[in-house]
C-alpha cells in the first residue's frame, strides 16, 4: 500500500521547451535536464517530444525524469526542438496516457503541447471543439483542439490562440511546438510563471528560472500575462492580448511551489521566503531556545525569523534526500510512518529546549502533528509553530490540488483548535497582509491569494460557479 506523505498542496506541473536556431544540439538532453529541475512541480509522470525532420517523436510515462528517461531513449529522441513536461495529477487519471506532451492533430496541422495550469470551463469548451475525437482525460487536451479548430478557419497561430485567450476561463502556461516554431504562451492573468533563457543558439521557455540556471541558459525575462512568444529560424517574436483585469500570479508559488533558486516575475523566491520570516518576526515575539525549519521550504523563513528575533537557529532535524514521494507502508508494523523516515529530529539540539518551528503551510495538520509529536519525544520542552502561510480556508480551482475544502483544517476549524489537534503549545499565521509585504506588494493587486482570502479571479463565463463540485474536475 503506497500513500503520499507530504500533507502539502501540490503543484501541478512544470513545462519546459528548446528551439537550437543552429541546429546543431541534441534538444531532449537539454529538456531532460530542464525537466530534472522542475521535478519539484510534478512527480507522477513526465515526458519530452521533439522534431527531427519534420518528424515528431515522443516518449513518456509515469515516473520521475531520471527514472523515466536514459541515454538511449534521449538520443532516438535527438532534435533540433523539444518540449518537456512534468505532472502531478490534478485533473484526469494519473495515467500513462495522460502524461504529456500531447501531440494533436487535424488533417492539415499538427501541433505537440504541454500545459501547466487547469481549465475551469472544460465542459463548455469541449462543446466548441466536438468534432475531435479526445484521447485523453485531461483538460490540456482541450487547449490544443482549441487552437487547431481556429488553425482551420485560417486564422494564423498568433491569431488562433489570441482567439481561443477570449473564451477561457482558467490558468495555463504553456509551450508548445510544430515544425517550425517553439511558442510560449501565459493566460492573461498571468496566474503560473513563464519564463524566457538562451544558450547560445538556443531559446528556452521554462516555468522556473532554475531550470535556466540548471542548463546554463542565461535568464532573459519572464513571459508577460496575455503574452504569445513564438521562436522560429527568423528569431524571436511577442504578441500580447490587450488585458483587462490585473495580473494575478499565484501566491503560493512564493510559499511553497517554486523552487527557492527561482526568480518570478522579478521577485526571487528565497527573498520572498526570508521576507516572510522577518514579518513573522514583526508578528510574533515567543520566549524560546531554538528556531528550527521544517524542511525544505520552512528553512528561510526560520533562518530569518531567527536573525530578526535574536533566537538562535538550529538544525532540528535529518532529512532523508533518498525517500520518494510515496511511501509503502508497512503491513506489519504499523509505527513505521512516513514522516519518521524522512525527518529524524536530531535530539541532541532539541533535548530540554523550548522550540519554535516554524513550517510553510498547513493544510490537514497530520504531518505537523506527527512533527511536533516526534520533537517533544526527543525531549523538547515546548513546541510552538509558526506558519509562513496564512490559514488556507478555500479550495483552489487553478490546477492546485487542495481537492476539498472538508480536508483544509482551517476552513472549518479555529486556530486553537487545530493547535490542540497538531500538539503544539503554540500556534501562529502570517497574516494576508504581511505574506504581501513579503513578495513586494501592500494590496492583492497582482497576485491570486483566494486560498487565504477567497477572492477567486473574475471569471469570463458567468454560468460557472465555483463550488467545490468543480474541484476534482
Ligand atoms: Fe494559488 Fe491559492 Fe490562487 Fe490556487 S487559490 S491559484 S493555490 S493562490
Request: proline share 2%; with cysteine; charged share 25%.
Amino acid at each position: 500500500m503506497c500513500f503520499e506523505i507530504n500533507d502539502k498542496l501540490k503543484e501541478e506541473c512544470g513545462v519546459f521547451g528548446v528551439i537550437d536556431l543552429s541546429g546543431s544540439i541534441n534538444c531532449s538532453e537539454i529538456t531532460y535536464y530542464g525537466l530534472y529541475s522542475l521535478q519539484h512541480r510534478g512527480q507522477h509522470s513526465c515526458g519530452i517530444a521533439s522534431y527531427l525532420e519534420n518528424k515528431v517523436n515522443c516518449y513518456k510515462n509515469l515516473g520521475l525524469v531520471n527514472e523515466v528517461f536514459n541515454q538511449e531513449l534521449l538520443n532516438n529522441l535527438n532534435g533540433n526542438k523539444a518540449i518537456g513536461h512534468v505532472r502531478y495529477a490534478t485533473s484526469g487519471e494519473v495515467s500513462a496516457n495522460d502524461a504529456q506532451p500531447l501531440i494533436v492533430s487535424n488533417k492539415k496541422d499538427q501541433l505537440v503541447l504541454a500545459h501547466n495550469g487547469h481549465i475551469l470551463n472544460g465542459t463548455e469548451l469541449k462543446r466548441r471543439i466536438s468534432k475531435y475525437k479526445l484521447k485523453t482525460s485531461i483538460d490540456s487536451e482541450i487547449l490544443g483542439y482549441l487552437i487547431l479548430n481556429e488553425l482551420e478557419k485560417g486564422y494564423t497561430l498568433e491569431k488562433s490562440i489570441l482567439n481561443i485567450m477570449d473564451f477561457i476561463d482558467g490558468a495555463y502556461s504553456l509551450v508548445l511546438m510544430d515544425n517550425d516554431r517553439l511558442i510560449g504562451v501565459r493566460d492573461p492573468l498571468g496566474m503560473r510563471p513563464l519564463c524566457i533563457g538562451k544558450l547560445n543558439d538556443a531559446y528556452i521557455l521554462s516555468s522556473e528560472s532554475c531550470a535556466l540556471n540548471a542548463v546554463g541558459a542565461k535568464f532573459i525575462r519572464d513571459v508577460d500575462p496575455g503574452e504569445i512568444i513564438i521562436i522560429d529560424k527568423t528569431g524571436i517574436k511577442s504578441v500580447k492580448k490587450e488585458v483587462n483585469e490585473g495580473k494575478r500570479l499565484c501566491i503560493f508559488e512564493f510559499v511553497y511551489f517554486a523552487r527557492e533558486d527561482s526568480k518570478i516575475d522579478g521577485m526571487s523566491v528565497y527573498k520572498a521566503r526570508e521576507n516572510m520570516g522577518k514579518e513573522l518576526a514583526k508578528l510574533y515575539k515567543i520566549d524560546a531556545d531554538l528556531v528550527v525549519g521544517v524542511p525544505d521550504s520552512g528553512i528561510p523563513a526560520a533562518i530569518s525569523y531567527a536573525n530578526e528575533t535574536g533566537i538562535p537557529y538550529g538544525q532540528g532535524f535529518v532529512k532523508n534526500k533518498y525517500i520518494g514521494r510515496t511511501f509503502i507502508k508497512s503491513v506489519q508494523n504499523e509505527r513505521i510512518k512516513a514522516v519518521n523516515i524522512k525527518l529524524n529530529p536530531i535530539k541532541e539540539n532539541i533535548r530540554g529546549k523550548r522550540i519554535i518551528l516554524v513550517d510553510d503551510s498547513l493544510v490537514r495538520g497530520t504531518t505537523l502533528k506527527g512533527i511536533v509529536k516526534r520533537l517533544k519525544k526527543a525531549g523538547a520542552k515546548e513546541v510552538h509553530v509558526i506558519i509562513s502561510a496564512p490559514p488556507i480556508k478555500f479550495s483552489c480551482f487553478y490546477g492546485i490540488a487542495t481537492s476539498n475544502t472538508k480536508e483544509l483544517i482551517a476552513s472549518s476549524k479555529s486556530i486553537e483548535y487545530i493547535r490542540k489537534y497538531i500538539l503544539a503549545d503554540s500556534l501562529n499565521f502570517i497574516t494576508i497582509e504581511a505574506l504581501l509585504k513579503s513578495v513586494g506588494k501592500e494590496n492583492n493587486s497582482g497576485f491570486c491569494a483566494a486560498c487565504f482570502d477567497g477572492k477567486y479571479p473574475k471569471l469570463k463565463n458567468d454560468s460557472i460557479t465555483l463550488t467545490k463540485n468543480l474541484v476534482n474536475m
